[in-house]
């Protein structure tokens, strides 16, 4: 679907992507500002290979919040960030 959608056309996707990005970007800073929660694990691999494939940045790790802010996801003592949303690299100011 996203490979229909012309590059000089805006594009924003968000959803509960059940991966962890982790709080640092190492190995994907094009796509990742540094400032996620938590640690990586392979589904959020996935997420982050999705925006490098696509030319997308996972926009809200590029922006400095609260803890209680950061986690979308909470059960018992688990906390976690799984809601992402991701918009085409170039329209990211």
Same mark, same amino acid.
């Given at each position: 679907?996203?490979?229909?959608?012309?590059?000089?056309?805006?594009?924003?996707? $968000?959803? =509960?992507?059940? +991966?962890?990005? +982790?709080?640092?970007? &190492? $190995?994907?800073?094009?796509?990742?500002? =540094?400032? $996620?929660? +938590?640690?990586?694990? /392979? %589904? $959020?691999?996935?997420?982050? =290979?999705?925006?490098?494939? #696509?030319?997308?940045?996972?926009?809200?790790? #590029?922006?400095?919040?609260? &803890? &209680?802010?950061?986690?979308?996801?909470?059960? +018992? /003592?688990?906390?976690?960030?799984? =809601? #992402?949303?991701?918009?085409? %690299?170039? /329209?990211?100011?």
């Amino acid at each position: 679907m996203v490979q229909g959608i012309p590059q000089n056309k805006g594009l924003f996707i $968000g959803g =509960d992507f059940n +991966g962890h990005i +982790g709080s640092r970007g &190492e $190995g994907y800073k094009t796509v990742h500002g =540094d400032l $996620g929660y +938590g640690v990586r694990n /392979s %589904a $959020g691999v996935s997420i982050l =290979d999705f925006a490098v494939a #696509y030319n997308l940045s996972i926009v809200n790790s #590029y922006f400095r919040k609260r &803890e &209680e802010h950061l986690v979308t996801f909470k059960s +018992g /003592s688990a906390r976690t960030q799984i =809601d #992402y949303f991701l918009m085409r %690299a170039n /329209s990211r100011r």
